[in-house]
């Protein structure tokens, strides 16, 4: 199975927040063609002091359940030098996403589009309403 799809922080907290029902759609779409999304870490740690008790359970129901279409991406060795490379410019999140995104061919959704104009192409961003 490959991930085809990124969450950012500004996706997972409308998925926790449940202000857009297309995040859900999204990752079960995904799951219905047998790919995955994937959540960098950084993001993770990022949007976690932002969530209510409550979305952070159902964040972590999410990523805990054993058959679960989501993969929480670890930041690896070899991501560190990308990451690096942007993190003074936008964050150790955005910077793990770019790079994550970059590294799998994937996509990223998010509700922050203009953050990854200079550094993603245009069809590699999927602008949630």
């Given at each position: 199975m490959n991930i085809t799809l990124v969450l950012d922080a500004s996706a997972v907290g409308a998925y926790a927040r449940m202000t857009t029902v297309s995040v859900?759609?999204?990752?079960?779409?995904?799951?219905?063609?047998?790919?995955?999304?994937?959540?960098?870490?950084?993001?993770?740690?990022?949007?976690?002091?932002?969530?209510?008790?409550?979305?952070?359970?159902?964040?972590?129901?999410?990523?805990?359940?054993?058959?679960?279409?989501?993969?929480?991406?670890?930041?690896?060795?070899?991501?560190?030098?990308?990451?690096?490379?942007?993190?003074?410019?936008?964050?150790f999140g955005a910077a793990h996403t770019v790079a994550a995104v970059q590294q799998l061919g994937a996509t990223v959704a998010t509700r922050t589009p203009r953050a990854y104009a200079d550094l993603l192409d245009p069809d590699d961003v999927l602008p949630l309403s």
């Open positions: 859900g759609e999204l990752i079960q779409v995904i799951a219905e063609d047998g790919d995955l999304v994937g959540i960098p870490a950084c993001e993770l740690a990022d949007v976690w002091p932002d969530l209510t008790k409550e979305e952070r359970q159902l964040v972590t129901a999410l990523i805990d359940r054993e058959d679960s279409p989501v993969e929480v991406l670890p930041l690896h060795g070899d991501l560190v030098p990308d990451v690096a490379a942007q993190l003074r410019r936008i964050g």
